[in-house]
């Protein structure tokens, strides 16, 4: 028997186990991550909720502002700019991944907790928006910068 071939033959299958492990093991939390990290800034706030038992919508436009939201790879959040709807200047830990919106009957979905604040979490057209309109409150649009 050719032990040449034999080992030569096993030594390409345990390549291609190992590959096969890293690749699977490996998760979309890096990619996932990278949709948010780096520095976005805030063009829209948009109110929604009740008023005095009416419905009261409205927006600001912050497209003219500076306002920055840099969320860092190492879960901080720094927002830098004029005061604004969202949060005042400073920093802030932040979460993005998949988490309960409500109790822990609701299936998970992709968010944001900025401060245990939970945000939802919308990527269309190159713009985010990060959402409290669940509970009659605001919508934070973005575009990253």
Known sequence: MNYKVKWNGMKKIL??????????SCSNDDHISNQITGNWKLIEAKFYGLEGG????????????????????????????????GHTNGEYEYFFGEDH??????????????????????????KMTLGKSYVDGINLVFERK
């Open 54 to 85: 009416s419905s009261s919508e409205g927006s600001i436009d912050y497209s003219e502002e500076n306002i920055i939201y840099n969320f860092q790879s190492n879960g901080t959040l720094v927002v830098s700019g004029r005061e604004n709807a």
């Open 15 to 24: 390549i291609l186990i190992v590959t096969i492990t890293i690749l699977t």
């Open 101 to 126: 919106l409500g109790g822990n009957n609701e299936p998970k979905i992709l968010l944001v907790k900025i401060d245990e604040s939970k945000w939802t979490y919308d990527l269309t057209n190159d």
